[in-house]
């Protein structure tokens, strides 16, 4: 049978829908394929091919010996609700038969779906009828089918039927539905129920309109609107003269408009908007969205002329007045932190200048309306102010990078201001216990080590971690390199593991030992290789040893061992000063010198002091050449993590 | 074209058919409509009430000296409360829409989320900005808190931002330009207030006295608070009058806030003392509506 469920609602955050699909994709419809779909007022679960009823089944459950005797086989029985008589007799046990008879689909799902429902994790939830239910928003109507049959349940005041509505405006307010018919009168009365295809509008329609794509807006707007259509509207060219970051941002951010642009990087005094509607005929939203950009465009030309009244070297002292953070103090505590924080990395006096007005703009009018505009405006603001272009650029980019895959500084004064400024944080908040928990980073710690450790990388900065962090700081960042590493550079997890397990100094310094690492992992020798290292590890666990004397040549038994060893040397003396990949090629030729030793040679040696010496050897051979990655924590194929 | 005043009579008849008090603006100074009794107050409690009233709201920090043809230091808002939300209230909301002349047919609608905090009242909701051709025209709150208090039943507040609704109406760039009657014009009503009282605010106002009046009011609030356990008729308590020196200490908290005169560091304290005054003051009226 044909299942439909669909949830009414009062306008849905967008940004919460996806997640909540997700979640209704994985309802248990007794094994029918389920297909989940959602407007900002509308979820919807679709369902064919369910049962009438389930099936039934039986089971024999055993029970206690029949040598236990008579009282045992009472209890038995009693626990079951029968008379030891109604007990079988099963391979020597007393054993109950569990019959379970089909129950009606239908009855199931009256139970089942309100459950389901409620069960929908929302990040917040409101109350808003006498039953105290929690949603993400308000309820106003529930279509509930199995074939052609109503789940009749009741939830938050609300009972289940076959009637929906359709678009608030264009739409009927009362269109009873089938399972057939339910999308396409959903389409009649102006709701595409499947996001793919509002979607599909969307860019369609904004690119037919020359606008430039914009994937995270496109999936606003797709869960923003049940009928989505585009427009495009003008404003005068005059506004050009204003930063087209700030115009970019006012169409985006606030307006949830995508801009247009005539040539490549240059902004066309145009828009594109998306209604939540059908059409504009009499261009009555066109016009209306024009005035209010132009009046959003007049307030940033308004801001823009008067923070030129104050420069933003005269606007240190106002720091004093924006909190940083309570624990932490000022603003402007943190800029004299930064300034001499670059100071000591060995930032010029560039990179000090754009520190000490790094957090300026935050006191302008312009970043006090467009919050996400924070550093660029600075930069902006410095280059006005006939700042050196150094620090122009500094400013503007220091907030990078604001993600994974952001872009670090574009010059070096930026990333040391970039670095220093993260690294203040971080410390700042580390040293008053302000350390991020499970999901729990309302400081955004996470992404400041992130960029700390990008820029470490990328930006190829030799500072070496121990001088940048200690204690918890420098534990948390190397949590954040070995993301790094792994998710973004797509290293493998083991070989990031055995590279950090041999220290971590400069972050220059980890990649290129990652670098070779993978080279060189493939090649035959190396995984035999690093599995004797884990061998040599455990044999000189296990035997307690301490490391005191120096090797004695003369101990060595001739054959494997003295060839071992006469290698070991060799390689020792070859790697030194070689690149890192032909150290790790030296040391992997190692291989079939360490086998003949390990299938010739009794490590455990009766003679105390052959034995400790052969230890010494193996130790040696161990701390010499874990120093670019510790071999033992290679995953070697055969065993697996 | 309907006049400011025409848009407002127009609006207050639409709630008024639903069954709403009008109300008159309240007389002590608040940032909000919100803040009046007529909804901090009447939202606690387990008694249906339905209300609308236009309430000039004041914001010292946004004067502009008149010079910024969208940021008022007063503008008004048309608050309505509806205790408890009726099942259709967005419907009825976008009826007095239509009710003022806007076809919705012709327009675009989008209720975007925007949930309210007020933190010196203790106070959150849940809800939208209601975007009409990308303007906001209206803050729409399901209340969940009022007073630290969980509500019994859940009001819808409606918040209309009259300057800017009636501007997109009458088709000007400015709230100056408002028609306010025939004749009249938003500026030759409003324009010195903006510009007097931006002077007062951001370059007059004597800062050691405000805080001397915040301490007082506060103190008055404090001392009716501290009465309230031991008062024999709790009917007869004045917690309606205990609740304007809150909203004097919310105001004079603005004032020394548009004056930069709140340090870093006293802010967070300065916003608990007033929410603790509201707070206390909320359980009062809690208390004698239980």
């Given at each position: 049978m044909n299942f439909l469920l669909e949830i009414g609602t009062e306008e849905i955050p967008h940004w919460m829908i996806p997640g909540a699909l997700k979640q209704f994709a994985a309802m248990n419809l007794f094994g029918a394929a389920v297909e989940v779909d959602a407007t900002p007022r509308r979820l919807v679960v679709r369902a064919s091919g369910l049962p009438e009823m389930t099936s039934s089944s039986?089971?024999?459950?055993?029970?206690?010996?029949?040598?236990?005797?008579?009282?045992?086989?009472?209890?038995?029985?009693?626990?079951?609700?029968?008379?030891?008589?109604?007990?079988?007799?099963?391979?020597?046990?007393?054993?109950?038969?569990?019959?379970?008879?089909?129950?009606?689909?239908?009855?199931?799902?009256?139970?089942?779906?309100?459950?389901?429902?409620?069960?929908?994790?929302?990040?917040?939830?409101?109350?808003?009828?006498?039953?105290?239910?929690?949603?993400?928003?308000?309820?106003?109507?529930?279509?509930?089918?199995?074939?052609?049959?109503?789940?009749?349940?009741?939830?938050?005041?609300?009972?289940?039927?076959?009637?929906?509505?359709?678009?608030?405006?264009?739409?009927?307010?009362?269109?009873?539905?089938?399972f057939a018919t339910y999308e396409s009168e959903l389409r009649k009365n102006f709701v595409i129920?499947?996001?793919?295809?509002?979607?599909?509008?969307?860019?369609?329609?904004?690119?037919?309109?020359?606008?430039?794509?914009?994937?995270?807006?496109?999936?606003?707007?797709?869960?923003?609107?049940?009928?989505?259509?585009?427009?495009?509207?003008?404003?005068?060219?005059?506004?050009?003269?204003?930063?087209?970051?700030?115009?970019?941002?006012?169409?985006?951010?606030?307006?949830?408009?995508?801009?247009?642009?005539?040539?490549?990087?240059?902004?066309?005094?145009?828009?594109?908007?998306?209604?939540?509607?059908?059409?504009?005929?009499?261009?009555?939203?066109?016009?209306?969205?024009?005035?209010?950009?132009?009046?959003?465009?007049?307030?940033?030309?308004?801001?823009?002329?008067?923070?030129?009244?104050?420069?933003?070297?005269?606007r240190v002292e106002d720091l004093a007045k924006v909190t940083f953070q309570a624990k932490l103090g000022s603003y402007l505590e943190k800029t004299?932190?930064?300034?001499?924080?670059?100071?000591?990395?060995?930032?010029?006096?560039?990179?000090?200048?754009?520190a000490l007005l790094a957090k300026c703009d935050l006191t302008t009018e312009m970043v006090k309306e467009f919050t996400d505009l924070q550093g660029i405006v600075g930069g902006l603001y410095a280059r006005h102010q006939d700042e050196h272009e150094a620090v122009a650029k500094a400013i503007?980019?220091?907030?990078?990078?604001?993600?994974m895959e952001g872009d670090i500084p574009s010059t070096h004064e930026g990333r040391i201001v970039a670095l220093a400024d993260k690294l203040d944080t971080l410390r700042g908040c580390f040293a008053v216990g302000l350390v991020p928990t499970g999901s729990k980073d309302p400081f955004a710690l996470r992404r400041a080590a992130q960029g700390v450790v990008k820029i470490l990388v990328e930006a190829k900065l030799e500072y070496k971690l121990g001088d940048l962090a200690s204690g918890e700081l420098r534990e948390f960042l190397l949590d954040r390199i070995q993301y790094y590493f792994r998710e973004i550079r797509g290293f493998k997890y083991d070989e990031?593991?055995?590279?950090?397990?041999?220290?971590?100094?400069?972050?220059?310094?980890?990649?290129?030992?990652?670098?070779?690492?993978?080279?060189v992992r493939p090649t035959e020798d190396f995984e035999p290789l690093a599995a004797s290292f884990k061998r040599i590890q455990n044999i000189l666990k296990q035997a307690g040893f301490e490391p005191k004397d120096v090797l004695d040549e003369e101990l060595l038994e001739d054959g494997p061992e003295r060839d071992l060893y006469g290698d070991f040397v060799r390689v020792r003396d070859a790697a030194r000063g070689e690149s890192y990949r032909r150290a790790l090629e030296q040391i992997a030729s190692l291989r079939p010198r360490v086998d003949t030793f390990f299938d010739k040679v009794l490590v455990n040696a009766k003679v105390e002091r052959v034995r400790n010496n052969r230890l010494t050897l193996l130790h040696n051979l161990l701390t010499e050449f874990s120093t670019i990655a510790d071999f033992s924590e290679i995953v070697t194929s055969g065993e697996q993590k | 074209m309907d006049s400011f005043q025409q848009t407002l009579f127009k609006l207050k008849r639409y709630w008024d058919e639903r069954g709403a008090i009008i109300q008159e603006p309240y007389d002590v100074e608040v940032g909000a409509g919100t803040m009046c009794p007529e909804t901090f107050l009447r939202v606690l409690g387990p008694k249906p009430y339905?209300?609308?009233?236009?309430?000039?709201?004041?914001?010292?920090?946004?004067?502009?000296?008149?010079?910024?043809?969208?940021?008022?230091?007063?503008?008004?808002?048309?608050?309505?409360?509806?205790?408890?939300?009726?099942?259709?209230?967005?419907?009825?909301?976008?009826?007095?829409?239509?009710?003022?002349?806007?076809?919705?047919?012709k327009h675009d609608i989008k209720f975007e989320e925007d949930n309210w905090e007020s933190p010196t009242l203790g106070a959150w909701g849940i809800g939208w900005q209601v975007m009409l051709d990308g303007l906001e025209i209206t803050q729409f709150t399901?209340?969940?808190?009022?007073?630290?208090?969980?509500?019994?039943?859940?009001?819808?507040?409606?918040?209309?931002?009259?300057?800017?609704?009636?501007?997109?109406?009458?088709?000007?760039e400015s709230v100056y330009d408002i028609e306010w009657t025939k004749g009249v014009k938003y500026?030759?009503?409003?324009?010195?207030?903006?510009?007097?009282?931006?002077?007062?605010?951001?370059?007059?106002?004597?800062?050691?006295?405000?805080?001397?009046?915040?301490?007082?009011?506060?103190?008055?609030?404090?001392?009716?608070?501290?009465?309230?356990?031991?008062?024999?008729?709790?009917?007869?308590?004045?917690?309606?009058?205990?609740?304007?020196?809150?909203?004097?200490?919310?105001?004079?908290?603005?004032?020394?806030?548009?004056?930069?005169?709140?340090?870093?560091?006293?802010?967070?304290g300065v916003i608990k003392r007033v929410r603790d005054l509201a707070v206390g003051t909320a359980k009062i009226w809690a208390d004698q509506q239980a």
């Amino acid at each position: 049978m044909n299942f439909l469920l669909e949830i009414g609602t009062e306008e849905i955050p967008h940004w919460m829908i996806p997640g909540a699909l997700k979640q209704f994709a994985a309802m248990n419809l007794f094994g029918a394929a389920v297909e989940v779909d959602a407007t900002p007022r509308r979820l919807v679960v679709r369902a064919s091919g369910l049962p009438e009823m389930t099936s039934s089944s039986q089971e024999l459950i055993p029970g206690p010996a029949i040598s236990a005797g008579e009282k045992a086989a009472a209890g038995f029985a009693r626990k079951w609700g029968v008379l030891v008589d109604d007990l079988k007799i099963n391979d020597g046990r007393y054993s109950f038969l569990k019959m379970s008879y089909g129950s009606p689909v239908r009855n199931l799902l009256t139970e089942t779906l309100p459950e389901a429902i409620k069960a929908l994790p929302w990040p917040k939830t409101m109350y808003w009828e006498e039953t105290g239910f929690r949603f993400i928003r308000p309820i106003r109507w529930i279509v509930a089918l199995l074939g052609d049959q109503v789940i009749p349940f009741e939830l938050a005041g609300v009972k289940s039927g076959s009637v929906t509505r359709g678009h608030r405006k264009l739409g009927s307010s009362a269109i009873p539905v089938t399972f057939a018919t339910y999308e396409s009168e959903l389409r009649k009365n102006f709701v595409i129920l499947s996001a793919d295809e509002r979607r599909r509008k969307i860019v369609a329609e904004i690119s037919a309109l020359g606008a430039k794509a914009d994937a995270d807006l496109v999936e606003t707007l797709t869960f923003i609107t049940e009928y989505p259509t585009a427009i495009r509207g003008d404003f005068d060219a005059a506004y050009l003269e204003l930063p087209a970051e700030v115009l970019t941002t006012v169409m985006r951010h606030h307006q949830k408009y995508f801009s247009v642009e005539s040539t490549a990087g240059k902004l066309a005094p145009h828009f594109v908007a998306v209604m939540n509607t059908s059409g504009d005929p009499e261009g009555l939203v066109k016009r209306g969205n024009e005035r209010v950009l132009k009046a959003r465009f007049n307030d940033a030309r308004f801001f823009w002329d008067v923070d030129q009244q104050k420069k933003l070297a005269d606007r240190v002292e106002d720091l004093a007045k924006v909190t940083f953070q309570a624990k932490l103090g000022s603003y402007l505590e943190k800029t004299n932190r930064v300034v001499a924080l670059v100071d000591e990395l060995g930032g010029n006096a560039h990179a000090q200048r754009a520190a000490l007005l790094a957090k300026c703009d935050l006191t302008t009018e312009m970043v006090k309306e467009f919050t996400d505009l924070q550093g660029i405006v600075g930069g902006l603001y410095a280059r006005h102010q006939d700042e050196h272009e150094a620090v122009a650029k500094a400013i503007y980019d220091h907030y990078q990078p604001l993600s994974m895959e952001g872009d670090i500084p574009s010059t070096h004064e930026g990333r040391i201001v970039a670095l220093a400024d993260k690294l203040d944080t971080l410390r700042g908040c580390f040293a008053v216990g302000l350390v991020p928990t499970g999901s729990k980073d309302p400081f955004a710690l996470r992404r400041a080590a992130q960029g700390v450790v990008k820029i470490l990388v990328e930006a190829k900065l030799e500072y070496k971690l121990g001088d940048l962090a200690s204690g918890e700081l420098r534990e948390f960042l190397l949590d954040r390199i070995q993301y790094y590493f792994r998710e973004i550079r797509g290293f493998k997890y083991d070989e990031v593991n055995a590279v950090l397990a041999s220290g971590c100094g400069t972050l220059t310094d980890v990649e290129a030992r990652l670098t070779a690492l993978a080279a060189v992992r493939p090649t035959e020798d190396f995984e035999p290789l690093a599995a004797s290292f884990k061998r040599i590890q455990n044999i000189l666990k296990q035997a307690g040893f301490e490391p005191k004397d120096v090797l004695d040549e003369e101990l060595l038994e001739d054959g494997p061992e003295r060839d071992l060893y006469g290698d070991f040397v060799r390689v020792r003396d070859a790697a030194r000063g070689e690149s890192y990949r032909r150290a790790l090629e030296q040391i992997a030729s190692l291989r079939p010198r360490v086998d003949t030793f390990f299938d010739k040679v009794l490590v455990n040696a009766k003679v105390e002091r052959v034995r400790n010496n052969r230890l010494t050897l193996l130790h040696n051979l161990l701390t010499e050449f874990s120093t670019i990655a510790d071999f033992s924590e290679i995953v070697t194929s055969g065993e697996q993590k | 074209m309907d006049s400011f005043q025409q848009t407002l009579f127009k609006l207050k008849r639409y709630w008024d058919e639903r069954g709403a008090i009008i109300q008159e603006p309240y007389d002590v100074e608040v940032g909000a409509g919100t803040m009046c009794p007529e909804t901090f107050l009447r939202v606690l409690g387990p008694k249906p009430y339905r209300v609308a009233y236009v309430q000039p709201s004041r914001r010292p920090a946004d004067g502009r000296y008149g010079e910024n043809p969208n940021r008022l230091y007063k503008h008004q808002q048309l608050q309505v409360i509806l205790k408890p939300s009726p099942d259709d209230i967005l419907d009825q909301y976008l009826g007095s829409l239509e009710a003022i002349g806007i076809d919705l047919s012709k327009h675009d609608i989008k209720f975007e989320e925007d949930n309210w905090e007020s933190p010196t009242l203790g106070a959150w909701g849940i809800g939208w900005q209601v975007m009409l051709d990308g303007l906001e025209i209206t803050q729409f709150t399901y209340f969940q808190q009022c007073g630290g208090i969980d509500l019994d039943l859940v009001p819808a507040e409606i918040t209309y931002g009259l300057e800017r609704l009636v501007a997109f109406l009458q088709g000007v760039e400015s709230v100056y330009d408002i028609e306010w009657t025939k004749g009249v014009k938003y500026a030759d009503v409003r324009l010195a207030d903006e510009l007097q009282f931006s002077v007062y605010n951001f370059e007059m106002a004597n800062v050691e006295r405000l805080w001397r009046l915040l301490g007082e009011y506060e103190a008055e609030c404090k001392e009716l608070l501290a009465k309230y356990p031991d008062y024999p008729d709790k009917q007869r308590f004045p917690v309606l009058a205990t609740y304007d020196q809150v909203l004097k200490c919310s105001h004079l908290f603005n004032l020394l806030d548009a004056r930069g005169a709140i340090s870093v560091t006293e802010r967070v304290g300065v916003i608990k003392r007033v929410r603790d005054l509201a707070v206390g003051t909320a359980k009062i009226w809690a208390d004698q509506q239980a």
